[in-house]
């Protein structure tokens, strides 16, 4: 078994697939050192175990809404897809997602994943409770309301304290989506105009391979005012984000409005998303940095193109999970999808890494970075007190792995 970019072997460890959640924690009672599986979306180090896998794909789906909280608990190692299929029918939607359905829930807010816009926080920020496996196999409940400081702490985890088993979200009702597409918007009207550009739409993503234009994708709700953008030329036809790829995975564009679900992510549930053949890496940045930032990447555009296929730059709100890579800013983000060939995209990652690490960067916690645990955990005001907590909820290191002890070394604990 490998992980979706084909890059990491997991094969090597035992994989456990736990019926019940009394078998689960018998398995991580029993493990000297074990990590949760989610769907292997991954490209770092964060998805690699010290000792075996558990995946929770064997215990029972449930999404059980609670109307009256406007909250839906759903079993952690259900991918968002699954989870949607349950909620739309219901009258229910989540307020973002990422650009695929197809990763867990507890995979994706474990490393902060996130989708766009403005005046939208990362998925993990919809946690409002969350139920663990510890490492003696005791059973953990925390809840935003009650555990304030330990809940903030815990939410983007990187797997560190324990296997997460159910999430309760927060979930509002059901809304469409008319997505459209803007093509050849100069970039420096992305740079000059990027506060109108970032909030032209519910979501908004803007592509570009570093030259001189860029495609900016509008995400926008139906049942909200439509914001004009006066830049570039709409799409006549579907596109897929890589230029000149088959826009056959990508979830329908042109403006037809359809449910949040097959809408807010760019590919559709059961599809290959991106290339089906990439690394990928992302910084986020405070918004503020956005134009030095373009300006800095567009300077390097001919060093990065013949590694790129395309970067993406996004926008999330700030939060207050100590690891969230948006912790207390608001952020842009920006992604970059490169080709399959790690020893061309390294150097890259590096030259991006020195123009972006001294504008506040904090990579993405599931993609490829050259930066030390360091220089990243320097990134983050929280790093120590997560340090804290992860040593009073795992002493033994029982779900650490390289990764996470670069980052939280055993010394610092
Ligand atoms: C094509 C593609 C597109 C992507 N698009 C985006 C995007 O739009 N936005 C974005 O932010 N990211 C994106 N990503 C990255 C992706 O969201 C993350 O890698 C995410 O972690 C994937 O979730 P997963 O279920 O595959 O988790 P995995 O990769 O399986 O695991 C990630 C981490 O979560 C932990 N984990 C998993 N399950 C549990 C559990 N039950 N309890 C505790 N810890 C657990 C694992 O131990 C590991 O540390 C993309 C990745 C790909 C391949």
């Not at 064997?58 to 991918?79: F, Q």
């Not at 690490?357 to 930066?371: C, E, I």
């Amino acid at each position: 078994m490998r992980n979706w970019a084909d890059t990491i072997d997991l094969g090597a460890a035992p994989i456990a697939r736990p019926g019940s959640v009394d078998e689960l924690r018998r398995i991580v009672a029993g493990s000297e050192r074990v990590r949760a599986l989610g769907a292997g979306h991954s490209f770092s180090g964060v998805l690699a175990t010290a000792g075996g896998f558990v995946r929770l794909d064997g215990l029972p789906p449930a999404v059980d809404i609670d109307r009256e909280t406007g909250t839906a608990k759903v079993s952690a190692g259900m991918r968002y897809a699954d989870v949607a299929a349950a909620l739309h029918p219901a009258g229910y939607a989540l307020a973002n997602l990422a650009s695929l359905p197809d990763i867990s829930v507890a995979g994706a807010t474990a490393t902060g994943t996130h989708g766009s816009g403005d005046t939208r926080r990362g998925l993990a920020a919809a946690v409002v409770g969350l139920e663990l496996v510890g490492p003696e196999g005791d059973l953990v409940q925390l809840r935003r309301d009650v555990d304030r400081e330990t809940f903030a702490g815990s939410v983007v985890s990187l797997g560190a304290l324990g296997v997460a088993t159910g999430v309760t979200l927060e979930i509002e009702p059901a809304f469409e989506v008319a997505q459209s597409v803007l093509t050849g918007v100069p970039l420096d009207a992305v740079r000059d105009r990027f506060d109108e550009v970032s909030g032209a739409a519910y979501s908004v993503s803007v592509f570009t391979r570093w030259a001189d234009d860029a495609s900016v994708w509008l995400k926008r709700r139906t049942d909200r005012p439509v914001i004009g953008l006066d830049l570039g030329t709409p799409a006549s036809g579907p596109l897929h984000p890589v230029p000149g790829a088959d826009p056959a995975p990508c979830t329908e564009q042109l403006g037809t409005p359809g449910p949040w679900h097959l809408r807010l992510p760019h590919f559709r549930p059961g599809s290959t998303p991106g290339t089906g053949d990439e690394l990928q890496s992302e910084y986020f940045l405070p918004r503020a940095a956005a134009g030095t930032a373009l300006d800095a990447l567009r300077g390097i555009g001919a060093l990065l193109r013949p590694v790129l296929h395309v970067s993406e730059i996004r926008t999330v709100r700030g939060d207050d999970l100590w690891l969230s890579p948006a912790y207390a800013r608001d952020s842009v983000a920006f992604h970059f999808t490169w080709v399959k060939d790690p020893a061309r995209v390294l150097p890259a990652i590096d030259a991006v890494e020195e123009l972006l690490a001294p504008l506040g960067a904090r990579p993405h916690w599931a993609k490829l970075t050259g930066m030390t645990g360091g220089d990243i955990r320097s990134h983050y005001p929280r790093a120590s007190d997560f340090a804290e907590l992860l040593a009073k909820s795992d002493p033994g290191g029982k779900f650490a792995n390289d990764f996470v002890d670069g980052l939280f070394a055993p010394g610092s604990r």
